[in-house]
């Protein structure tokens, strides 16, 4: 689309917009019918340790995300010189799990717990255990269930109950409802009487527990109604585009899709909807999603089973830990340039050292890097503490301690890779990833191949992630076809024709990563021992 194309397309409102409140940044995209993105908007923020938890300050998210639209606002101006007044469809997207629960009035009845927080082992146990299915710390029933164990006055007030995507979306529209992906993260999901409900007997169980604890409601009463792609989540209140925007501007009435959280979001920006496809994010967080035919029998209790957005099995292994230490480090470098005169940018600055990670020895010359900043399930970590350790005969050059953090990041997937059993590993055939890490060519996604044993494709939309797949949930909400599955959506109207670049698995940077992983998880008892003492 030409210049005035899109600006009749942006006055008439065939566009969809996706904003997703990621750990790091609430940045938004909007796209035209041809699924471009025309303009965007982003504003950072961060989570706070406050308390003995990981958490965000509601009112900040709510600012964030005017903030946000308002730059979007911006950019739609200044690039087509029109007001953003209507908009065709919008999806709303967040990080995924952890416990937000209001009251009567829509407040918090405890603070915002985000799905950083690693400290209900024992309820994720017990619940495990009852339901007969691997319930992860993160999930918000194992949150329900520590606050009704351990402060059932508090508990006995939630009137709803939600994710941050889900908490966003209620506000914009009044309705409390979740993709299912992001409901799976809530409670396990399947198919019931042909639409997604959280499991039966796992509702009917934790009713159960709820009566021994005193709470005055059902669990289906308080939870989000599970919706599938493409269903119709609402639309913009007056209050709602008051809220989003409070310049005036936006019309009410805009239709919106189900909310998802960044796993699901995660996959549709990549496709990665049918069977033998995973999709593999590198961002605050470092987490795989492997998409099979039909769930496993047996699942090791670090892996997790949920859904993608329209209902097919997803093996899930997750890492709380990403890149936030890697950029902690561009960052001192950049700072030291910065003091030695340098005139260059933190992008630069970035390329830089992951290219010098690309000169590293091997298995990082004997260095090791833990960078773990909260806990880590996978590994048995339960607090964050980042470490960098080296013996006295190690190589201590830049490039060996770049390459020791690059492959930090993704030592946990791996390792979470190879409790999957060899069938179900068998069954992936290709990856695709996304986020910021693999903007630089030839760096991460190299290694991302051989730490999998998989070829790893990555388009040039890789660094838009969850808005890209959060407005593309909108557009397929909007103008998909009867009978049009989302995974057809996707393959044949949206990445037909897309830009991309595949490294296949090259072997013997496998067997270095090989290496380093095996003296990474030799060296793990050194992390729990600064867990335990620091």
């Known amino acids: 689309m030409n210049t005035e194309q899109i600006k009749t397309a942006i006055l008439t409102g065939e566009t969809c917009m996706g904003m997703e409140f990621g750990s ?6 909007l796209l035209d019918k041809e699924h471009n993105v025309i303009a965007g908007g982003a504003v950072t923020w961060e989570n706070k340790w406050e308390g003995g938890i990981w958490t965000y300050d509601l009112p900040d998210a709510v600012a964030n995300m005017q903030a946000c639209f308002a730059a979007l606002r911006q950019d739609v101006y200044e690039k087509y010189g029109v007001s953003l007044t209507k908009i065709g469809q919008i999806g709303i997207s967040g990080m995924m799990h952890g416990l937000l629960a209001l009251d009567a009035d829509g407040n918090l009845v405890t603070p915002f717990r985000t799905w950083r927080n690693t400290m209900t082992k024992p309820e994720a146990d017990f619940l495990s255990e009852r339901f007969g299915h691997t319930i992860p710390q993160r999930w918000s029933i194992v949150h329900l269930y520590q606050l009704m164990k351990t402060a059932p006055e508090t508990a006995a007030k939630i009137q709803k109950m939600t994710t941050l995507a889900g908490y966003i979306h209620l506000l914009l529209t009044g309705e409390l409802v979740l993709g299912c992906c992001e409901a799976a993260g809530m409670l396990p999901v399947e198919d019931v009487d042909g639409a997604p409900d959280y499991v039966p007997h796992m509702v009917e169980t934790f009713d159960g527990l709820a009566a021994e604890t005193g709470m005055p409601w059902k669990l289906k009463a ?20 008051a809220l989003l925007d409070p310049t005036g501007t936006l019309c009410a009435g805009i239709p919106l ?10 996959m549709v920006c990549t496709g990665s909807l049918a069977p033998g496809m995973a999709t593999v994010s ?4 470092t987490f795989g999603l492997f998409v099979l035919d039909r769930a496993p029998a047996h699942l090791d209790r670090k892996l997790e089973l949920t859904i993608t957005p329209d209902g097919n099995p997803v093996i899930e292994i997750q890492s709380n830990n990403g890149t936030a230490e890697l950029d902690g480090w561009v960052g001192i470098v950049a700072d030291a340039m910065k003091r ?16 010098a990670a690309q000169e590293g020895d091997y298995a990082c010359g004997g260095v090791l890097a833990y960078n773990c900043l909260s806990g880590e399930h996978l590994l048995d970590i339960t607090e964050g503490r980042p470490l960098f350790v080296r013996t006295p005969d190690s190589a201590l050059t830049l490039p060996n301690f770049m390459r020791a953090q690059l492959f930090a990041i993704f030592a946990p997937l791996a390792y979470g890779f190879s409790l999957l059993g060899a069938e179900e590993r068998g069954k992936i055939v290709s990856v695709k990833a996304h986020g910021g890490l693999f903007r630089t060519r030839g760096a991460a996604q190299p290694v991302l191949a051989a730490s999998l044993r998989l070829p790893v494709t990555v388009s040039e939309e890789a660094g838009e992630g969850g808005p890209f797949g959060a407005a593309l949930l909108a557009s397929y909400a909007k103008y998909r076809l009867d009978g049009e599955t989302l995974a057809d959506y996707l393959t044949n109207r949206v990445f037909a024709g897309a830009k991309v670049h595949t490294e296949e698995p090259d072997a013997a940077l496998a067997d270095e990563f090989d290496a380093y992983l095996k003296r990474y998880v030799c060296g793990l008892p050194v992390e729990r021992t600064a867990v335990d003492t620091l």
């Open 257 to 266: 899709c189900p909310p998802e959280g960044d796993g699901g979001t995660g």
């Open 340 to 355: 030695l005169g340098a005139d260059c940018d933190a992008q630069s600055v970035y390329a830089a050292l992951l290219g």
């Open 222 to 241: 308080i939870f989000p109604r599970v919706l599938r792609a493409g269903a119709s989540g609402g639309s913009l209140t007056p209050a709602g585009a």
């Open 282 to 285: 590198a961002g605050t967080s």
């Open 24 to 29: 790091t940044r609430v940045k938004a995209v």
